[in-house]
């Protein structure tokens, strides 16, 4: 069986998630959409348990996926799901850089391991789960830009950390 990991922030999960989701599980018979830590980032809107949820929500009618959550190395991660191959969006130049070092560390790291690039859905190169998060902290209407079943759920959580 192929088994592919699809790791990332996903603070929240976008459209454009959405989209690399459904054409990695065209390529595997088993995609892992996996809630990691990016140490450059701070703790961000959701926590890693509520990331998670808002995937398995989006993803419940798509078969061959499952969502976790890990706090450790990528290529550990892979190891333990015996998945050789990491799915990674591409959507700019911009995100070339970053995301070929990660992916010869990771390889570096574990040879068993390698990166696939899918270039992002043309619809979706300009968005990115920050950018959704400035739209939603100015009230903008997140339709065509995250899945419709987690709208509410953004829009509460803007709502709690004005309020804090
Ligand atoms: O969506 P992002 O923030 O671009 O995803 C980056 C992420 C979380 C996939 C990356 O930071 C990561 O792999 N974190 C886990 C720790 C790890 O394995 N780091 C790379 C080798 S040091």
New binding site residues.
Partial sequence: MSIAVY????DPVTLGHLNIIKRAVNCFDHVVVCV??????DAGLFTPEERVELIRRTVSHIDGVEVEYSS????DYCEKKGANVVVKGLRAISDYEKEVQ?AL??RH?NPNVDTLFLPSGEKYTYLSSSVVKEMAAYGTNLEGFVPDCIIEDIEEKMKQRREE
């Fill in positions: 790791p990332g922030s996903f990691m830590v990016n140490s450059e980032k450790g190395l990528l290529s990660m560390i990771n790291i």
